[in-house]
């Protein structure tokens, strides 16, 4: 009885947090916080990071946040990137995201820019993108009140994002993302806008050798994004066989807390990741874990 109780607090908690929201014009969330393997595909936060692997690549992402409870965030991301050639690359990103009653959908594309030297090479990228979050039902709740009316209806963005991303020596990994660093509301009254603050992501990464087979590479991803919680995702990941496998362990702490692993897989030009993420929080007394599986195809290219 506690947890359908708990369930249903939960999604009436999202009903009220978006009428709120949707009241005063800010934005939802910032949706690049949910993924845990962006050290692994660091184009699905870096538009600096299109056409990284002088290839084309096609992916499909799906994250489910506290598996087990009804009505709680699933996530689903396909991508494209690659290069086009003298340096440039493009990038085409769809997202769509359910919490309860609360539906968000993404489309974004952009362009990136790679100069290489000797020893470094480093990525510049931009994106344009349309958000759009929205209620898909109302519950129990009355449909001709004006919030109600006016989140089912949804709130709609314009943003443009920019982020960097290089390599240094061949095993540095750096980038910095400013998300939705200019943004436009579209629809609605845009006198009802509130101030919103910048937002980063701040990426690194080492990769050492420490055996003929098997490598090893620390890194951080450091987020302070708008509507969520300031947090750093601690990574350390194992390549073994020329990384075709990869396992690695995961901690993050700040706003949110969890421990987890990831395991991975290439095959010719077939690439698979699993990951699992434990919160340290009350509500992981109550569900199974967040999972989140990406599959991506590399293909073709010309080299940058």
């Known amino acids: 009885m506690y947890k359908i109780n708990f ?15 949707s009241h005063a014009q800010s934005r939802y969330f910032d949706e690049r916080y949910i993924y845990t393997q962006a050290q692994i595909n660091p184009q699905l936060i870096n538009p ?11 992916l499909l992402n799906y994250r489910n946040k506290w598996s087990g409870i009804q009505g709680t965030p699933k996530t689903i991301t396909l991508s494209y990137n690659g290069p086009v050639g003298n340096g440039l690359a493009v990038g085409i990103n769809f997202l769509t995201d359910r919490f309860g ?6 489309g974004a594309a952009g362009l990136s820019y790679t100069i290489s030297s000797e020893n470094n090479k480093l990525g510049f ?11 898909s039902g109302f519950g129990n709740a009355d449909p001709t009140d004006p919030y109600i009316v006016q989140a089912l209806s949804g709130a709609e963005y314009f943003d443009a994002s920019f982020g960097v991303y290089g390599t240094y020596m061949d095993n540095f990994n750096y ?12 629809n609605g009254d ?4 509130v101030d919103r603050s910048l937002g980063f992501i701040l990426q690194m990464a080492y990769k050492m050798q420490i055996h003929q087979d098997v490598s090893m590479q620390p890194g951080i991803i450091f987020k302070k994004l708008n509507q969520v919680p300031t947090h750093l995702d601690l990574n350390l990941n194992f390549g073994f066989l020329e990384d075709k ?4 362990l995961s901690y993050t702490f700040g706003g949110d807390k969890r421990v987890g692993f990831l395991i991975g897989a290439k095959a010719s030009a077939l690439n698979i990741y699993y990951s699992y993420n434990s919160s340290s929080q009350i ?16 293909f073709g290219g010309k080299k940058m």
């Open 101 to 106: 009653f609360l539906q968000s959908t993404k």
């Open 190 to 193: 845009a006198d009802n806008s």
């Open 48 to 58: 600096g990071a299109f056409g990284w692997k002088d290839m084309h690549t096609v």
């Open 7 to 21: 369930i249903k607090l939960v999604v009436i908690g999202v009903s009220m947090v978006w009428g709120f929201a």
């Open 245 to 248: 496998l990869t396992g690695g």
């Open 175 to 186: 980038g910095l993302v400013l998300p939705s660093a200019v943004s436009t509301r579209i």
């Open 283 to 298: 509500i992981q007394d109550y569900n199974n874990g967040s999972h989140e599986l990406t599959l991506s195809v590399d």
């Open 125 to 135: 990228g931009i994106t344009g993108e349309y958000i759009k979050h929205s209620l």
